[in-house]
């Protein structure tokens, strides 16, 4: 490798890893970062090559910034880069989450909760108003409103964490069938190069097995997140209502208060909004002390971002021949609207214990309009939600 392009790789993850401490906002704001980082200073690709990366990221299960960030890492410098820039993009915001974790576990919580009061309910708020987001830009016809309802009303009939995929890909199933509505574009034969999607089958077959005959947590954990990992499409939105209905609901490892007080910390925290995951695992292994938690966090953060690195792999090499396929774009209507529903159940679920106490009930129902009416960032009105708490604790 010539020094030339060691400095110019060097350059790109300094400026990853810039983005990775300064991105508050989750992807829309990471997307307007690399633009002006990617795009406008550096010109390592065109504003259009990049907006068809993240359209590309959008639609494969995984994490859209991190797939984003790789897939222009991939482009720069191949596998070896690629694999750098997702260590060093989802660093920073693990790390955070895992003392986040690690302070829950520890620390007196009588106080906590006092200060943290209004924190849970904006988790709820945050939950709804990323559902009522993403209902107005994909909610369109009358098969996805269809297919939204269905997927709230199962989700909320059925807790199981199987729900989530078995209706994310019916409802893609179903609005394939709708591919006469698209336009037909010139076919021409598919290359595939297999290798990176039998990786990916490979570890999720093995690390069920494995995991189902060692009953050894660490290997569950890592099972349970790759699986989430490769079934969350829909971006981080779609990724907490699967970990709520895996780790909380079905197998307990979470309290709904922890939970949601993990969402509101995520929000304070720069980078990838999969970067929940580390919480989750480090408090699902509080039991096994501090160096268990930080191994829940490896294994964790390692589950739920391979899935969508090795994907995004696999397919850049032939997306554009892919997209010459209806029934491949008509499915992204019924992804999408089930995504929405899958959604909205999560918001309903942790709403339903607040709709009793009207301080909780109001602090859902003024962050959310405080979401949908006005600009503020998501980290103020959580940073404004724990100083309130800390007045009315200490008043």
Known sequence: MSKTRQIRYLIFLRDVLYIAISGFGGPQIHLTMFINKFVKQRGYLTEAELMELQSLCQILPGPTS?????????????APLAIITLFVWILPSAILMTLAAIGIAYIDKKPLIEITQFIKPMGVAFILYAAFAIGKKVITT?????LMILAT??????????????WIL???LVASMKYTEQEKLPKNPIIIHWRNFIIWAGIFIASAIIGKITQNLPVRLFENFYRNGSLAFGGGHILKPLLYNEFVEFKHYLTPDEFLSGIAIQELVPGPTF???AFVGSLSMRNWGISGQI???????????LPGTLMIFFVIRFWQQLKQYRGIRASLEGINAASTGLTIA??????????DNILPFATVIITFCILVFTRIPAYLIIIGGLILGTLINFS
Request: aromatic share 8%; hydrophobic share 50%.
């Open 346 to 355: 999560a918001g309903v679920r942790l709403f339903q214990p607040m709709a």
């Open 295 to 305: 191994l829940g966090t490896v294994v964790s953060s390692i589950g739920i971002f």
């Open 275 to 277: 970067s929940i995951a």
């Open 66 to 78: 991190t797939q984003t960030i790789s897939a222009i890492g991939f482009k720069l410098g191949k």
């Open 153 to 166: 009303a199962a989700a909320l009939l059925f807790q199981s964490p199987y729900v989530t995929p078995v």
């Open 170 to 172: 019916l409802g893609g």
């Open 142 to 146: 009358r098969t996805s409103v269809l």
